[in-house]
């Protein structure tokens, strides 16, 4: 697996994005985060606000490697996951 980082134009023109579950109940992963639904499962997932419109949103547990082998990651997204794990 590849993971390539690209403008968020060349992010839109994925198949998929790949969404964290977000259970009722738990608490989101990052604040802000919004909801939306997987389109394999039709299970609740979480995204961050600001990603492109266009590719279908898949849960984590339903993504395989035969269906998105390279991932790509906008700055923005890169810059908040490291602000994150920095913190911790």
Do not use: W, Y
Request: charged share 25%; glycine share 6%; aromatic share 2%.
């Amino acid at each position: 697996m590849a993971i390539s980082i690209v403008s968020q134009d060349e992010a839109g023109e994925a198949d998929f994005i790949i969404c964290m579950l977000a259970p009722v109940g738990r608490p989101l992963l990052m604040a802000g985060n919004v909801f939306g639904l997987c389109k394999q499962c039709d299970r609740r997932v979480q995204h961050r606000p600001h990603i492109p419109v266009g590719p279908k949103l898949l849960c984590n547990e339903c993504h395989r490697p035969d269906i998105a082998d390279d991932v790509v990651i906008t700055p923005a997204t890169l810059a908040e996951v490291l602000r994150r794990v920095r913190s911790h």
